[in-house]
Every structure is written in structure tokens, then in C-alpha cells.
């Protein structure tokens, strides 16, 4: 049976989770609104059902949640790309990690710290970009003037 917490735990992860895939959205990343969206909700929904499952027995609540953990790292891991020009994909497969453990943390009740967490990653996500530009531009720099040096 559903409760309002219940019902309250998988909303506020819906739109956690909306709120993170919105911003790689809008980045133009693979894993967007929907993908994040739903990978919040399921940890959530998950999460309730370990904890009903295990109330009044001897079982752990936290089997489904190492479960959760490790599913979505492989999940994650599908999301990372190397090609001849790097590495791709790292900050999507951080990004559905750290969804799951939203939705983790609302499905657990926890909503304070998955407010916090999703306030963080929104931060994180939208402002590091703005200072990850010029280093990377300062980075390349250095590397064509380190590349140009070799070559004589």
C-alpha cells in the first residue's frame, strides 16, 4: 500500500531528478530530463519497497539499495565513451549515479539531504562550466606550446 509519504517521496524525487536532467538537457547530454527523471523515480521506488519489504522481519533494507548502487554504476559505466579525442561521457555517468542516490535518499525519506544534493549538483553543474572553459582553453594552450617545443 501507497502512503502520502510514500506519494511524497516519489514526487519530490520525480522532480529532483527532473531538475539535474533538465540541466543536461539543455547541455545537450545523452542522459537528459527523461533518463535522469526516471533513474531517480526507480532508486525511489525501489528504496520504498526495501524498506516495506524488510519492516518486521529480520531481512536488510539495505540489500535493494546496494543493488541500486551497483546496477546504476554499470548503468553509468555504458554511458562513457573513449575515442581517439578522449574520454566522454564521465559527468553523465557521475550525473546517474548521483540521481540514483537522490532517489535513494527521498524513497528513504531523507529529504532534506536530497534537496540539498540535487541543490549542489544544479550548482555544480551550471557554474564549474563556467570556470571549466577557461582552464581548458589555458590547458590547450599549454599543450600546443608543449607539442610545438617537441617538434624542433
Known amino acids: 500500500m501507497v502512503w502520502p509519504e510514500d506519494v511524497l517521496s516519489i514526487?519530490?524525487?520525480?522532480?529532483?531528478?527532473a531538475g539535474i536532467g533538465l540541466e543536461r538537457q539543455l547541455s545537450g547530454k545523452?542522459?537528459?530530463?527523461?533518463?535522469?527523471?526516471?533513474?531517480?523515480?526507480?532508486?525511489a521506488v525501489f528504496t520504498i519497497l526495501s524498506r516495506e519489504m524488510a519492516s518486521g522481519t529480520q531481512a536488510s533494507a539495505?540489500?535493494?539499495?546496494?543493488?541500486?548502487v551497483t546496477g546504476v554504476g554499470f548503468l553509468g559505466a555504458g554511458a562513457i565513451i573513449q575515442d581517439r579525442a578522449g574520454v566522454h561521457g564521465l559527468t553523465t555517468a557521475a550525473g546517474i549515479w548521483?540521481?540514483?542516490?537522490?532517489?535513494?535518499?527521498?524513497?528513504?525519506?531523507?529529504?532534506?539531504?536530497?534537496l540539498v544534493?540535487?541543490?549542489i549538483a544544479v550548482l555544480a553543474l551550471i557554474g564549474l562550466r563556467r570556470i571549466?572553459?577557461?582552464?581548458?582553453r589555458y590547458v590547450k594552450k599549454k599543450q600546443a606550446q608543449y607539442s610545438g617545443e617537441d617538434s624542433d
Not at 30 to 43: D, K, S, W, Y
Open 11 to 17: 514526487v519530490l524525487a520525480t522532480v529532483l531528478g
Open 30 to 43: 545523452p542522459a537528459g530530463l527523461r533518463t535522469n527523471l526516471l533513474i531517480c523515480l526507480g532508486a
Open 62 to 68: 539495505t540489500r535493494i539499495a546496494a543493488g541500486i
Open 98 to 114: 548521483l540521481v540514483a542516490s537522490i532517489g535513494m535518499a527521498c524513497g528513504g525519506g531523507f529529504y532534506t539531504l536530497a
Open 117 to 119: 544534493a540535487s541543490g
Open 132 to 136: 571549466e572553459r577557461p582552464i581548458d
